[in-house]
Each structure stands twice: as structure tokens, then as C-alpha cells.
């Protein structure tokens, strides 16, 4: 089957970094995404990696290693408004790409 | 732009009732998605439509109905509700496979 597993809780402190992994058993995917969301809210786009290797963007960086079948989001700098839920997503190949898998999310709490 | 537009925000069914869910994107997006999250899990994809004419079965289809009137509308048909169809719906839509973009949700009760 195809999953991906990811920590339920993270907690850290304001101003520390996190790192978010989501290990993940699919084959063939058109990269990793992660979607952040607030109680209460939507999910909302935050990064996207085709490609093995790091991809930066302000105080988030997201990892993908195929080999390894595994990807991170980091979080630098935390501050107060990043307690959220996150989520990691692939688009499997064999289905088109539309078949959005999304994993459980990690709860992230940022405490002062 | 308003982005991902949803309708209700709030629904309350008895069992056996029906209701639509509405969805529309001014985002000029081929595809819509519709999707399920009960608490504290991740998005169920229940169904999906790929572009314009087409649609498709996602990971939790049964006891559901879409339709996807025109470009910029994806409807979700519960015909006979379910206690177990309660849970918060979240329409989405994306460029070709690309990032999704998520309406408001609709938070459905079911008792």
C-alpha cells in the first residue's frame, strides 16, 4: 500500500529550529509536499521538492531523499504563529498524480 | 480573487437526509478535489476531477456523489447521510499537479 508516517507532536521553544520527517512507502511519486494548517483553518501550500536535495524558502527548507524514501521540513526561527499542523503529501505516479496522499500531520506547539 | 469559495460553512443533517456541497475556484484551474478530514487525522481525497468533463474516484468514494458542473464549479452530493460522514470537507484546486489551494471547509454533522 501507500502511506506516509509522520511524528503525531513536535514542541520547541520560540526562536529554536524543528525538524518535521515523514518517511513515506510509495513508489514512483511526483515529489514531496508539505501543508501547514491551523486549528480551525485550511491547509495552506508551504513547499514542494521534485527533486532530491534541499529546497529553501525564508525560514522553511524541505529534504526529499528517494533512496532513503524520506523528507523533512525544517522550521528555523520559530516564532509563536508557526504552532500549527503539518502536513507531508505525494502525488502517486501510478494513479496520474491526482490521488493525493496525505500523511496523519505533526502538531506543532512553539512555547515562549 | 477569491480564491477557493465553499458553501455552508456549517451544516447540521439527520440521518438519511441529503445535501450538496458547493464549491467554486476563480482560479482558472483544471483541477478540483474534494476531501475529508476527521479530527485529528490527515485529507481523506474522496473524489477528483482532473479537468473539465472528468471525474474520478479518490481514496474514500462510497456514499458520495460529485459533479463537476463547469470549469469552476465541484459539487459533493451526500445522498443518504451517515453518522460516519460527519467530519469537516475541504474543497481544493490545483493547476495540472500542481500546489493545491484550499477553501474554507464545511464542518458537517451528521446525527
Known amino acids: 500500500g501507500q502511506s506516509l508516517e509522520q511524528p503525531s507532536e513536535v514542541t520547541a521553544v520560540e526562536g529554536a529550529i524543528v525538524q518535521i520527517n515523514c518517511t513515506y512507502q510509495?513508489?514512483?511519486?511526483?515529489?514531496l509536499s508539505w501543508y501547514q494548517q491551523h486549528d480551525g483553518g485550511a491547509p495552506t501550500f508551504l513547499s514542494y521538492?521534485?527533486?532530491?536535495g534541499l529546497e529553501e524558502t525564508g525560514r522553511f527548507s524541505s529534504f526529499l531523499s528517494r533512496s532513503d524514501s524520506y523528507g523533512y521540513l525544517l522550521l528555523q526561527e520559530l516564532q509563536m504563529k508557526d504552532s500549527a499542523s503539518y502536513f507531508c503529501a505525494v502525488r502517486p505516479a501510478l494513479t496520474g498524480g491526482f490521488k493525493t496522499i496525505f500523511g496523519a500531520g505533526t502538531r506543532l506547539f512553539v512555547k515562549a | 480573487n477569491a480564491g477557493v469559495t465553499q458553501t455552508p460553512k456549517f451544516q447540521v443533517l439527520k440521518t438519511g437526509q441529503s445535501m450538496t456541497l458547493q464549491c467554486a475556484q476563480d482560479?482558472?484551474?483544471?483541477?478540483m478535489y474534494w476531501y475529508r478530514q476527521d479530527p485529528g487525522m490527515g485529507l481523506r481525497l474522496i473524489y477528483y476531477?482532473?479537468?473539465?468533463?472528468?471525474?474520478d474516484k479518490g481514496e474514500v468514494p462510497n456514499g458520495y456523489n460529485v459533479s463537476r458542473l463547469n470549469k469552476r464549479e465541484f459539487s459533493l452530493r451526500l445522498e443518504s447521510a451517515a453518522p460516519s460522514q460527519t467530519s469537516v470537507y475541504f474543497c481544493?484546486?490545483?493547476?495540472?499537479?500542481?500546489?493545491?489551494?484550499f477553501g474554507p471547509g464545511t464542518r458537517l454533522t451528521v446525527l
Open positions: 481544493a484546486s490545483s493547476d495540472e499537479l500542481g500546489e493545491q489551494f
Open positions: 482560479m482558472n484551474h483544471n483541477s
Open positions: 510509495t513508489s514512483g511519486f511526483y515529489g
Open positions: 476531477s482532473a479537468s473539465e468533463g472528468t471525474t
Open positions: 521538492n521534485a527533486l532530491d
